[in-house]
């Protein structure tokens, strides 16, 4: 990503003291820099959750970003044992098999990976005893022991008896008290690994101590999925823009005919209680002043420009309108920080993807000048800012989707909670 690393050292040494019920986000880590890993076995949690077709890795984005921490500890003489879950299978499914995703990785690596069949027993023993100093060997899904997700004790004991040392790499995972990403670093000495430590410094600069104004763009089908998210938002951002299928919600509540577009007509109090919050919050809220309405839900139905007070009784709100953009743009000038999560409209249709596509070129170009810090995640946005061709042009993307949003909703992630030392 275009974003400066984190300097080496910094983020254990820059710390201040932790405060109670204040979340690990600059707190208390041992990264890289305080292990000591030459002839250790070293337990490395990463996410090799990606997605595949026919066994093929369709985005690698998730195993480019945790070549740092495998080269590093490979190049220190680490023994380097990869731990992660693959899919939700009930039990053991040759389907959710990571073996094609570690000869992906290995690619990528440029260095052989050996694979082991199992997580445990006899054959990741074989496996982790065979190993020289700077090895890399791939162990097999751990969700195909059901232990995992109960974050088992047993199951983690056995997953420490193979190693010395457990890294956690894998912050896309850290929503999830599970015995790789939680009980694990109970039982071993933890530290932080290089991806896991930027997505903390990113994510923390981006909201927690973030540079102002803070404008926030929420969007995405639903205001029920995104509650929490928006309330914490609220008393946290400068501003927030609300698009996508959830601005249609607001709309309603606040009385504006959205014809037949998709709206939670029962989230109406929920909706003005988050306006009034916001209110009190001293957070603007900038909710669409136009639309892009069509007849049809699908891609290319012809579409027109509306005004709010005039979206017809049998159109759909399927986009933001042209004067709201120009809004948005604003918004954006006037901030520091940019926190983003959810298209502005139906993004997966042309040309419904409009105003998403305009305003992450604007994201792009605002970084680029050096006038916007911009932070953005979560699984959908991440492919819209892809489609849009700027993935790579924010000061960070983050690959998580599910623990991206429980950490805009303010909530302590149990992976990272278990790495702290203070
Ligand atoms: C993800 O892809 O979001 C993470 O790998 C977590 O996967 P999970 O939602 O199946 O726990
Ligand atoms: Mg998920």
Not at 97 to 112: E, F, K, M, T
Request: glycine share 10%.
């Amino acid at each position: 990503m275009a974003g400066p690393s984190p300097a080496i050292g910094a983020f254990a040494m820059r710390r201040p003291a932790p405060r109670a019920g204040e979340r690990g986000t600059d707190m208390g880590f041992r990264t890289l820099n305080d292990a000591d890993v030459k002839g250790k076995r070293v337990l490395v949690r990463v996410d090799l959750n990606v997605p595949t077709e026919n066994g093929k890795v369709t985005d690698a984005t998730r195993l480019e970003r945790i070549l740092p921490t495998i080269k590093e500890l490979s190049d220190k003489g680490g023994k380097v044992i990869l731990l992660s879950h693959f899919g939700r299978p009930k039990g053991r499914d040759a389907k959710n098999s990571l073996r094609p995703v570690a000869v992906a990785l290995a690619d990528l690596l440029h260095r052989d990976v050996a694979f082991a069949d199992d997580c445990i027993g006899p054959q990741a023993e074989a496996a982790v005893a065979a190993m020289r100093d700077g090895d890399v060997l791939c162990l097999e899904n751990t969700r195909f022991h059901k232990e995992e997700e109960k974050n088992d004790p047993g199951f983690a004991a056995a997953l420490a008896g193979l190693g010395d040392l457990y890294v956690n790499d894998a912050f896309s995972a850290a929503h999830r008290a599970h015995a790789s990403t939680e009980g694990l670093a109970h039982k071993l000495p933890a530290f932080a690994g290089r991806a896991m430590q930027r997505e903390l410094e990113h994510l923390s600069a981006a909201l927690d101590k973030p540079k102002r104004p803070v404008v926030a763009i929420v969007g995405g089908a639903k205001v029920s999925t995104k509650l929490e998210l928006l309330g914490n938002l609220v008393e946290k951002v400068d501003a927030l823009v609300i698009g996508g299928g959830m601005a249609n919600t607001f709309l309603h509540a606040q009385g504006v005919g959205i014809g037949k577009s998709l709206a939670e007509t029962d989230m109406g109090a929920t909706a003005r209680d988050i306006l009034a919050k916001a209110e009190r919050r001293n957070c603007a809220i900038i909710l669409p002043v136009d639309a892009i309405v069509a007849y049809h839900f699908e891609a290319n139905a012809p579409s027109y420009a509306y005004g709010l007070d005039a979206i017809p009784a049998d159109g759909m709100i399927l986009d933001v309108g042209p004067q709201s953009v120009a809004r948005i743009k604003a918004t954006i000038d006037d901030a520091a920080t940019l926190v983003w999560n959810g298209p502005l409209g139906a993004f997966e249709m042309r040309p419904f993807d409009h105003a998403t596509v305009v305003i992450a070129h604007y994201v792009a170009e605002r970084t680029k000048a050096g006038r916007l810090v911009s932070v953005a995640g979560g699984g959908d946005t991440v492919a819209a800012l892809n489609a849009a061709g700027v993935g790579d042009r924010l000061t960070y993307v983050s690959t998580a989707g599910g623990a991206f949003l429980e950490w805009m909703e303010g909530k302590s992630l149990p992976g990272v909670e278990a790495l702290r030392t203070a």
